[in-house]
């Protein structure tokens, strides 16, 4: 061993020596030096700390927004309809759900698209509509869907919308990553208008002089003639939807709890959805949805209809309270603690996402009841033993 491997080793042990006595010197109650057998023959432990430990919230960082407008974002407005859209751009705090409400006139489209980053999660507000989609196998599949449906599309599978009947058609996109934007779709009037055209002569055996007539652009929303729902067809594949669910009418949805009803849909209900679980919740007036967390996902809100107001505990003495409207979206990180109440005179309306096809979560109350009395106690320290009683009867 060189000199300077051992002098820095000595210099390391007198030094941990030296704290070692500090602390014991500390600890020591008027009996003595510590000897080999510890801190002296009657060590004590140190004077009790306050009751109640102090947090400073800038040491874990400001609790960010988690309300954002999405209906009242600039909207993406063409020939037959609009989108608004909710990303991490602008709602900084979504990082893991962006949304978006889109609006279609009668015989409107939006056309074939895809996206190459995210999954696209559907629930239909009004209106009716079909999709067609395309996955990598070939197999293709046209669904009509009506209000309270859901449809699901796995990340890169082609697809479109168009309006069915002589109403118009809106629904909420909830899609597996904050940073997706409507601005960013793989839309198929784009890909042929940056095309060579010699190009897509070949591909559909068309002349160049016969591609002039394509749209310049991407056309997104098309305005477009009424497709009357009686004759919009309808072909699921093989058999069945795969990608179409029945949100209001599947019994295997509902879910209900003290207050209100939640009606859910997770890859355990509808396969195809892997990455995604979602549905729509409803709070009665005055009621609540518990505190409680989301183990393994973000969580994403669209306020429908009603008044709500969300409580959002984001750990080390961090917390926030908003209100929401219809219109208005919120986001939960995965494992922030929360609680929604209905403080307005109607239903409370909300339409959920999380991203991951498993949907899973822990309510406060279900934890304290299964916690032993003596443990609340300590936990609860000064809590009169009734409101203790109280609280495992909740």
Request: overall charge negative; proline content about 6%.
């Amino acid at each position: 061993m060189d000199q300077t491997r051992r002098l820095f080793l000595g210099t390391a042990a007198l030094g941990a020596s030296g704290l070692v006595a500090t602390g014991a010197k500390a600890l020591e109650h008027d009996h003595g030096n510590p000897g080999d057998g510890g801190f002296g023959r009657q060590a004590v432990s140190l004077p009790p700390g306050a009751k109640v430990a102090y947090h400073d919230p800038n040491d874990v960082g400001a609790m960010p927004d988690f309300r954002f407008s999405l209906d009242g974002n600039r909207p993406k407005v063409t020939s037959g309809g609009w989108a608004k859209e909710a990303t991490v751009h602008q709602f900084p705090i979504s990082k893991g759900i962006a949304g978006v409400h889109m609006f279609l006139e009668p015989g409107a489209s939006r056309e074939l698209h895809w996206h190459a980053i995210a999954a696209e999660w559907a629930y239909v507000i009004d209106g009716r509509c079909q999709t067609v989609v395309l996955d990598p196998s070939g197999a293709s599949e046209i669904n009509n869907y009506e209000p309270g449906d859901l449809w699901y599309f796995p990340k890169g599978h082609g697809h479109s919308i168009q309006t069915i009947g002589d109403k118009p058609c809106h629904f909420i996109l909830s899609f597996d990553n904050g940073a997706f934007s409507e601005h960013g779709t793989f839309s198929i009037t784009d890909w042929i208008d940056v095309t060579p055209k010699d190009m897509l002569a070949l591909e559909f055996g068309l002349t160049k002089e016969a591609l002039d007539a394509f749209p310049k652009g991407e056309t997104y929303i098309q305005a477009g003639p009424v497709v009357p729902a009686s004759e919009a067809l309808d072909a699921p594949w093989p058999k069945e939807s795969t990608h179409k669910f029945r949100l209001l009418k599947d019994p295997r949805a509902l879910r209900e709890f003290e207050g209100g009803t939640f009606r859910l849909a997770t890859v355990d209900e509808w396969p195809i959805q892997k990455t995604m679980s979602g549905g729509l919740m409803t709070i009665k007036p005055g009621q609540m949805r518990k505190l409680h967390w989301n183990v393994n996902a973000n969580e994403w809100h669209y306020y429908l209809k009603g008044k709500g107001q969300v409580a959002l505990f984001g750990s080390g003495g961090r917390g926030k309270v908003a209100e929401f409207k219809p219109g208005d979206v919120a986001y939960i990180p995965m494992g922030f603690g929360h609680a929604i109440r209905n403080i307005g005179d109607e239903d409370l309306e909300i339409v959920q996402t999380w991203d991951n096809g498993k949907f899973e979560e822990i309510d406060l109350d279900t934890w304290i009841k299964a916690s032993p009395r003596y443990l609340l106690s300590n936990n609860f320290a000064g809590v009169p033993s009734d409101t203790i009683t109280k609280l495992k009867q909740a």
